[in-house]
């Protein structure tokens, strides 16, 4: 039986190896960017000129660029002008990715939470202002709510897409779960010529995938008594 | 007002949290620069003093004596300069860039690199006195891997090629290759004996020594991330052949493996009339580390070290010993 046998055993071995790469990529983007990403959104609404439209300059070049080339950017630049290095090794090179990723995609949210802030009634505001509220009781009293459950179907499509873009930090040479599978054509673990790890690993982005979408799909729930 | 004044306050308060996070993470850097430099400039001067408090005649001998003796002195003085020997030895590690390339460097069961170029790596490690750092690389970019000092060697089975050798210090050659043909075993017929590649659509390394082969007789080339993707394009049949290094087609083709049904045979480097390319290790440009690198593989040679490894992965006839 092929599931048993030692080449399925190994090859799978290596695949969760790199799977656990993309996975940390995964949550440490998630807990870089989510923050982040709302005091970037302030930043984009700010009634001083001057930070609003550095804010958004940024938010121009990074959702501009691809991801791929901030990520080599990021990894390549800082060393060859002599500023600082990340380091040769696996954690230098994850160091970098992580990075590169937290900035685009809180760039990317800090869009989604403008959004959901502008998308809730001025009138609330007004009337929260009537009431003698301060700006940051009507921010967390009356505004943040209502933003997190407008902004949790787009919110899931980006994080969403995030489980299929951590496949980019290849391009440096993480060695994530594709990576992985492709070292099999070449040769791994005393296996070579095996094409089928690179396919296999669809397994692990639609499992992966699944339960992220069933997790958001339950928020969705949650935050629908709202209405 | 009340509301304008708070929310300019919170905005000032956002830019500055990001400049202070800029020039926090500026500072930090460059503080870490200047306590390396003074840290060096105060080994110098130490070792200095200790040279002129040992023998004068020594300080004011000046030149000759710096050159010959104080290794001490020369080091810290080195380091603080560009030399790769010193720098690797004052971090302790030697960075080897590789791709996962059998026989050259490879994985063994338990996820150790092993092969060729990994074995001699190890050995050239130990004989700077310095631990072996393996690190995965992208080849496209390899250039700039060592240019950015991320690693400190591409150790390879790297083909000395003309944009190789302009781009970095590179070692004597050590191993002789050819480019080959791999097709569909089944159309053999078609393509053994072939000097010209007009018309086929021949998958290529983006970047490879096969890639100028191809394009020199004639082919269209359909250029793929690894040498092993060319295969995978073979095999799909969307590409009629591959042009890929013959140490690599041996280990990859054939009984056992998912490419049973390909098979090699012409060798391009003869259909050009060329002769056959040699490997090579890249160093930074300018940098020491490649005398020291000729210097140790005269010793392995000579000592049967290297001939031992050769045979161990099969390269008795493409290492060259002289």
Known sequence: MFFMSAEFQTVVSALNEGFLKTVQLFFLTLIGAIPLGLIISFGSMSRFAPLRWLTRTVVWIIRGTPLILQILIIYYVPPLMKLFTWGGGETGRFTAVTTAFIINYAFYFSEIYRGGIQGVPVGQQEAGQVLGMTKSQIFFRVTLLQMIKRIVPPMSNEIITLVKDTSLARVIALQEVIWMGESFMKGNRGYAGLIWPLFFTAVYYLAFSGIVTILLNRLEKKLSYFH | ?322
């Open chain 2, 1 to 322: 007002m009340k509301k304008i004044f708070t929310q300019k306050l919170l905005s000032f308060g956002l830019a500055m949290i990001l400049g202070l996070s800029l020039t926090a993470c500026s500072t930090s850097s460059s503080s870490a620069t200047a306590d390396s430099a003074e840290s060096s400039a105060a080994e110098a001067e130490s070792s200095e003093s200790s040279v002129a408090a040992e023998s004068p005649e020594a300080a004011s001998a000046g030149s000759t004596e710096e050159t010959t003796g104080e290794t001490g002195s020369t080091e810290t003085d080195s380091a603080s300069g560009d030399s790769d020997l010193a720098a690797i030895q004052e971090k302790g590690t030697l960075v080897v860039g590789i791709t996962n390339f059998e026989p050259m460097d490879y994985q063994d069961e338990n996820g150790d690199w092993i092969g060729f170029d990994a074995d001699l790596a190890k050995q050239f490690a130990e004989y700077l006195g310095v631990e072996v750092e393996f690190s995965e690389i992208t080849w496209d970019y390899k250039v700039m891997e060592l240019e950015a000092g991320n690693i400190d060697c591409v150790w390879n089975g790297m083909t000395l090629t003309d944009e190789v050798t302009s781009a970095m210090a590179t070692s004597t050659p050590y191993c002789t290759n050819y480019q080959v043909l791999v097709y569909p075993a089944a159309s053999a017929a078609d393509f053994e004996g072939l000097t010209s590649l007009e018309g086929l659509n021949i998958a290529v390394e983006s970047g490879s020594a096969g890639e100028d082969a191809s394009e020199a007789l004639g082919a269209s080339t359909v250029p793929v991330q690894s040498q092993a993707n060319t295969l995978m394009e073979v095999a799909a049949g969307t590409s009629d052949a591959a042009v890929i290094d013959v140490l690599m087609a041996a280990a990859m083709t054939g009984e056992g493996t998912s490419y049973a049904d390909l098979a090699y045979s012409v060798n391009l480097n003869e259909a050009q009339g060329l002769e056959s390319e040699q490997y090579g290790v890249g160093f930074r440009q300018g940098s020491d580390l490649v005398d020291e690198f000729n210097a140790f593989w005269a010793e392995k040679v000579a000592d049967g070290t290297v001939e031992e490894i050769a045979n161990t992965y099969g390269l008795q006839d493409a290492v060259i010993l002289e």
